[in-house]
Every structure is written in C-alpha cells, then in structure tokens.
C-alpha cells in the first residue's frame, strides 16, 4: 500500500503555469525565446506528452492512466476469461458487444499488476486499491495532469540545455516518450533548457506535423484535445441513442430522396430495435405480411453514426446507408446520408 499511495501521489501533481520569472528570461532572451523553466507550460506540455499512454484498454480497466499487465483474470459479464497478451482483448470485446444497452460488468481477480503513466509498474492487491488508482486517475484527467494521447512527438529529438544566466551548458538527445517523460520530470531548478526546434509530431495517429516553437506546440496540442473532446461527446451520444433505440418502437416520419418526401411508403410499418443489433420492421395493419429483416449499429467519430442495413425488401433496403446523425431527442431522431447530403430520413417513436 505504501507504493500504490507514493505513486498515486503522482498522478496529483501540482498543475504546471508560466511563472514571472519565465517571463523575465522570455524578455531578456532575443536569441533564445523558448527558454524554458522546469515549471513553465513547455515542460508540462512535453512531460504529458510523454507520459505512458494507458488508453489502449480501457474498454476492460476503464481508465486511461494506466494498462493492465498479463497474465490477468476476470469475469465479464459472468464468464470468467484469463488474457495472457493483446490477442485476448477479442474475448472481452466480444462478451461486451453481445448486447449494446446493457450494464457491463468486469470484476478482476486480485492481485494484479498495472503499469502506470509513469511507466512504474505496481501489483494491485484488491479492489480498494484499485479504486484508489481510480479516483486519482479522474482527478488527473480533471486537473489536466493526465497523459495527452493525441499528440506523439517523433524521436530523436534535442533539448538545449542554459543556466539561469541564458549560457549554453550543453544539450541532450532524447530518444524515446520514456526518456523524454524521465527527463522532464527530474529537470532542475537551477536550469534552463529549450527545445531544437523544428521537431514532427504525428497527430491523432495519422497526420505528421512539423512544430517550429514552443507556442505552435502549444496550439497544436490544444487542438488536438479540443478533438478528442468532441470524440469522447460523440461516443457519450452514440450509447444515448442506442439507449433510446432499444428502449422505443419508431416510425419514419420522413424520407427523403431525389427531392421527394417517401414516407407513405413506410407508413404501415414500425421498426423495433432489439439490443442484438438486429431490428424489424412489422406491418402494423396486415399481421400476415412478412417482417423485414435488418441489423444495425451506432458507431462515433467526430459525430455519431447509424448504419441499417436491411434484406429482403426492396423499399426497406432504400433505407440501407450509413447515416449521420443530425440530432436526436427520446421521441425524435433526425439522419442525412454521409454520402449524400439531400437524402435524409426521420425516425420518431411510435
């Protein structure tokens, strides 16, 4: 316990500010105007960004400060599974999936091991620890003290090392988000250091970017979180509306395509969707007249998805489209095609 209450410590570092002091330097520094203290906005930039990203399984730990090490046992859902490495996450994915509106639920086998956004690795001894690691990773996350994921600088890099006098002392090349979060983490108050740039960076995993100073770092890495924010809203609406899909019964009030208002054409039909993923369309007036068939899934990215897909039934399988959805509410959900933005369709409950 003694370890766990050090290194949850950890989490609960002091938020890092630009001091008078830094400002001082800025000004007297022609030369060197991202001169930076070990608290200036700089370091915790680079420390976050450098921290241990424990994102990758959070659909099983649920938080993003740490990762769970192998081997591990847990009972989802009522199966009890023990993962042994990364090719295991298919089992839990698949048990959570089975059903998309209900109350999952993992209990772990303790102890465990979990390697932390310090890259310390701790062994967990029962779940009030584990709570405990829990709490503190949400306060991390609400102070923003937390690992900035969406931004991976590209290594090697080189930090310029100055006095307090702004001489060069020296310089040192980072190799790897370890060595720079080590670095960072233990630089002195007696120095300066300044970062050579231009540097890359590799944003949201995808797009490569040169950053040419410590203000553009900054504005990069704002931007990128104002990103992940509006995935993390979209993946919060995403599980609104699948709730709000289960639990009603709907029609189409409007569908519109090549300019022309199709409703009438479902206008004996209710669609139910079941929590399986799979939905029906039955004919409200005629019971002899055979259900349609369809499945469906709501997915985010930066806006929230539905797909239907329907078979069977050449009027229902007009509907079969990957759709934004515009807006949504408990009785009314509003779709455009993501292909075509004049197809639209309106599903209210019933």
């Avoid at 410590?9 to 002091?14: D, G, H, R, Y």
């Avoid at 100073?213 to 609104?240: R, Y």
Wanted: glycine share 4%.
């Amino acid at each position: 316990m003694k370890n766990l209450k050090l290194l949850t410590a950890t989490f609960l570092l002091s938020i890092l500010t630009f001091t008078s002091c830094q400002d001082e330097i800025d000004n007297e520094n022609g030369e060197n105007p991202n001169t930076n203290a070990a608290n200036s906005e700089t370091a915790n930039n680079l420390e976050r960004s450098s921290m241990y990203d424990g994102s990758f399984d959070d659909f099983l730990d649920g938080m993003s400060c740490s990762s769970i090490l192998f081997p591990v046992t847990a009972t989802i859902n009522g199966t009890q599974i023990t993962l042994i490495n990364e090719a295991n996450y298919d089992l839990v994915l698949n048990i959570l999936g089975e059903l998309n509106n209900d109350d999952d639920e993992i209990v772990f086998q303790f102890p465990l091991s979990v390697k932390l956004s310090n890259y310390t690795e701790v062994q967990v001894a029962n779940q009030t620890e584990y709570d405990a690691l829990i709490n503190a990773c949400e306060q991390a996350e609400n102070n923003a003290q937390d690992a900035i994921n969406c931004l991976e600088i590209d290594f090697p890099i080189t930090i310029l090392t100055y006095n307090l006098n702004i001489e060069q002392t020296g310089s040192v090349v980072i190799e790897s988000e370890q060595q720079l979060y080590t670095y960072m983490s233990n630089f002195g108050e007696d120095e300066k250091f300044a970062v050579n740039y231009p540097i890359t960076a590799t944003l949201n995993g995808e797009t490569v970017i040169e950053i040419t100073s410590d203000l553009d770092l900054k504005s990069q890495i704002s931007d990128c979180l104002d990103v992940d924010d509006a995935k993390e809203e979209a993946e919060d609406n995403a599980k609104t509306l699948e709730g709000i899909l289960v639990d009603g019964l709907f029609k189409v009030e409007s569908f519109v395509t090549a300019g022309v208002n199709a409703a009438n054409d479902y206008a004996d039909y209710t669609i139910d969707f079941a929590n399986d993923l799979t939905c029906t369309a039955e004919h409200k007036v005629n019971a002899t007249i055979e259900d349609v068939e369809g499945t469906y899934t709501v997915a985010s990215e930066l806006e929230v998805l539905l797909n239907l897909t329907f078979s069977g039934n050449a009027t229902f399988e007009l509907l079969n489209n990957t759709w934004e959805v515009t807006s949504y509410s408990e009785t009314s959900i509003s779709l455009q095609s993501t292909t075509n933005a004049a197809i639209t369709l309106v599903l209210t409950q019933v």
